[in-house]
């Protein structure tokens, strides 16, 4: 099945582009249509029904247009473990949280309305072939072809894996001034596990258990989880499931979905969600903006000295799971909020990297740096 837009205004070229994939990276992209000086760009996307997830982010100038659509913003947000609690301010990067669906709706209505001819094939795509779409009832060259397929991560790498409730209470206990970003007061047998708590009002907050650990868990073990969180600080047992959400990110190396060196990889298939975060919306929009603007082909939104910081931190999480309450936690105290807002957005001042060196137990830090180094030595050498 095929949607299509066509629209009478000046062509800006004559390139024909297709964009495989219909999630945040292919519908941002989409939406810059216009941009793309194109003749005719196709979108082909599965027919299904993603459920809405909350995409969180922090206030950056290349994301303007997605603060003015997000549902709420908090100039406080808070990290959380047994041995104590780091309250960040920020009034110039508010910590922001956006529904996927409404920035999708966003995104679709600018691709169809563009002055470029677009159109939405809703038939997965089976295969590729050089400049050559292939699905199960058609066969299409194009000129440009940008993949944004999930991509296949390395094995025995950690996952950040989670379940969320939006929940409504039936009496007041949330604060909708302040973000829990992350609460460790909560087991730790399962991997390394923190509470995620969105406040919108006093009565409804998103609420999720998050773990980095090798293998995701049962539904069952999230929603536990949550409800003996729930009643152990909030002291609050019902409560109205508005809606759940889920997911896995992996926290590491990824390669491309598809080997064929024609496609130019976007948004996570190119790298672009933080290896020792998670976080993929902000980078998703740097990407897209950057090479969208300059007129070249995508590339990392990351920093190089970043992703080395990050195998790192992740190389002491995978080794040291206890440690990373308090890692978490020493790092939030040596950063303002702006710098640790700056510092988890790719765009941290050099001040901000000596605080991050700083605030984590040097020799331990030393001895998986010496790690990383030897395993990407070994890596180049296959």
Known sequence: MSISAQQTGQKKGQKKIAIIGAGCAGWSLAARADQLSASRIELFKKQDNHASHSWGFWQMPWLLDAVSQTRKKWNKWQIITHNGCAEHHSATHPYCSLQSDVWIKSCSQKFLSAKTQTSITEVPVRKTEKNRVITSEDKSDFDVIYDSRPPVADTNILLQHFRGLEIRAAKPVFNPEVAILMDFRVSQENGIHFMYVLGYDEYTALV??????LSPHHDEVYEAAIREYLNT?????????IHSESGVIPMGR???????????????????????SGYAFSFIQKQIEQFTSQNTNPKSPHKKYDLWMDSVFLSVLKSNPEKAPNLFLKLAKYLSGDAFARFLSGDAKITDYAFVIYSMPKWLFICHAFKVIVGSQKRTTR
Request: charged content about 20%; glycine content about 6%; overall charge negative.
């Open 233 to 241: 600080v909030f002291h609050l047992d019902d409560f109205e499931i």
């Open 208 to 213: 999720e258990s998050t773990f980095f650990s």
């Open 254 to 276: 990824v390669s491309r979905v598809d080997s064929n060196p024609f496609l130019l990889a976007i948004g996570s298939n190119a790298g672009t969600i933080r290896p020792s």
